[in-house]
Nanobody, 117 residues
Framework: QVQLVESGGGLVQAGGSLRLSCAAS????????MGWYRQAPGKQRELVAT???????NYADSVKGRFTISRDNAKNTAYLQMNSLKSEDTAVYYC???????????WGKGTLVTVSS
């Protein structure tokens, strides 16, 4: 089993920044993809960004140029630096860790990010 614990959410004004962290523990497999997803009220969960254990990244178009995903493999931790936040970024942000083929797929409980306009 893998446990994921997110931190760093909170209330921020539009244009501000936040940094989310996701600490993974347990039986972590070496080849994996860590990612951030978000779910706004009344909407489906959507991809924000992913990073592979090799460092390759992928971003949703809506956050490109504003958000940066990174990871520290030694600490089994992923980060999401969010800059130039907009009200539409308000959502619960979930950390995800999965195997490349999705045979193993784990979620954190989420952290709320609220951007006030």
């Amino acid at each position: 089993q893998v446990q994921l614990v997110e931190s760093g959410g909170g209330l921020v004004q539009a244009g501000g920044s936040l940094r989310l962290s996701c600490a993974a523990s347990g039986s972590i497999f070496s080849s994996n993809v860590m990612g951030w997803y978000r779910q706004a009220p009344g909407k489906q969960r959507e991809l924000v960004a992913t990073v592979t254990s090799g460092g390759s990244t992928n971003y949703a178009d809506s956050v490109k140029g504003r958000f940066t995903i990174s990871r520290d493999n030694a600490k089994n931790t992923a980060y999401l630096q969010m800059n130039s936040l907009k009200s539409e970024d308000t959502a619960v942000y979930y950390c995800n860790l999965r195997s490349p083929g999705y045979t193993m797929n784990y979620w954190g409980k989420g952290t709320l990010v609220t951007v006030s306009s």
